[in-house]
């Protein structure tokens, strides 16, 4: 993209955005290689914690670390750039152990997207969480970041903004919570297929042992009676299992993907619409309130003291709506570029539902084998 918007080292793309009113930004063209691991001991004496290990190929390094750090982390990211695309931690109250695996997944979900981010993935506040190997973490990146200005104070006075085009947000923002009406329900429709494939293999399995149980006695049945049906209901149980497996923890995941990232634009245009715009159109009302008030002491002749104060107050008063002003433009193209991201991770649905027809096909048609091979053994039994 093209244009000359100066920002600080932390922020790349910023310097990228256009002065047009259609800039977008992509997904960073190195995207780390990063791995979460939960450590198999719960650290703590009396209050026991999970803890991670987190690995960067980038940084050639592995580093540990407690929820409360992401958390950290989160917080700092959304004071740093509160006008990003900052995905929702998976919830702190999974810690049973069978859920604990299910939170680790959003954890590097979380990592994955925030380091595919062109301004967040390049940032020193990411490369710090990833690297430091300091034993009082969270204290430290405090400590360097915590006084550091956000993404809008460190932009360059002479850059142009675009005007303000809030019907444009609006319309951005209707498109988005389309897709994520569309992709929640999607992942709905794949999350009662796994229950089904997963009731199917041990409903199959249950066969399995029924007939298995009926073989083990000659007083009603031969023991040569149920051995392929046996061998074969198992078998389509095996299958079923796997399949129920491959699309919990491939295709659902790459659901989940697209869902963290839909509902992060869904909350960063909650926070610019309560936050910014509101805020410069509380200030624009109070400016126009003081010039009308200055003009009704005009024509009623009030006294030049009291004209003169309102006067002041309304100059003061326009130097806050227009440094208001030019932050909630520079939201608004925030937004917009967010927009084209989000858009950019949407063009791998097609790719997703086809992984999932793929999977269906394979399944069915080992399953289609299993059946046909049953049949024809029993077949030949029948006939001998």
């Known amino acids: 993209m093209s244009g000359k918007l100066a920002s600080s080292n932390d922020s790349p793309a910023i310097s990228s955005m256009s002065k047009t009113t259609n800039p977008s930004v992509s997904a960073r063209g190195d995207p780390d290689v990063i791995l979460v691991t939960l450590v198999p001991e ?24 407690r929820y409360n750090d992401f958390v ?14 900052i995905p929702r931690l998976p919830p702190k109250q999974l810690m049973l152990d069978s859920l604990l695996e299910e939170r680790r997944r959003g954890l590097q979900r979380w990592l994955k997207i925030v380091s595919r981010h062109p301004v967040l993935g390049a940032g020193s506040l990411l490369r710090n969480f990833l690297t430091d190997s300091s034993s009082e973490h969270q204290e430290h990146l405090r400590e360097l970041f915590n006084s550091e200005p956000d993404e809008f104070s460190t932009l360059s006075e002479e850059v142009e903004l675009p005007l303000e085009d809030q019907g444009r947000l609006a319309s951005n923002r ?22 089904r494939s997963s009731n199917q293999s041990k409903d199959m399995e249950d066969i399995s042992s029924i007939l298995k149980l009926l073989s083990s ?58 936050g910014i715009v509101a805020e410069h159109q509380r200030a624009l009302t109070k400016m126009l309130t003081l010039n009308k008030q200055k003009m009704k002491g005009v024509i009623r002749g009030t006294a030049a003291d ?64 299993t059946w046909r091979e049953i049949i024809n053994a029993e077949a030949k039994r029948l006939n001998q």
């Open 217 to 274: 006695s000659d007083r009603v049945f031969s023991f040569n009676t149920f051995p392929d049906m046996t061998k074969g209901f198992h078998e389509v149980a095996k299958i079923t299992e796997k399949s129920a497996m491959t699309l919990e923890s491939a295709i659902s995941e790459r659901f989940n993907m697209l869902l963290d990232v839909l509902s992060a634009h869904s909350d960063l245009c909650d926070r610019v619409e309560k």
């Open 42 to 65: 719960k650290k703590g004496l009396f209050l026991k914690h999970s803890e991670y290990e987190i690995s960067s190929r980038n940084y050639k390094c592995s580093v540990a670390r």
């Open 72 to 85: 950290n982390l989160h917080n700092l990211l959304v004071t740093r750039f509160p006008y990003r695309m």
């Open 174 to 195: 209707e498109i988005m919570r389309t897709m994520l009406n569309a992709v929640t329900r999607l992942k709905k429709f794949i999350d009662q297929q796994v229950v």
């Open 306 to 369: 009291n004209v003169t104060a309102l006067h002041e107050k309304e100059v003061a008063q326009t130097g806050v709506v227009g440094t208001l002003g030019r932050r909630s433009a520079f939201s608004l193209q925030c937004v917009l570029q967010e927009t084209s991201l989000a858009q950019e991770y949407l063009q791998a649905l097609p790719s997703i539902v086809l992984a999932f027809c793929n999977e269906q096909n394979q399944s069915n048609s080992l399953c289609a084998d």
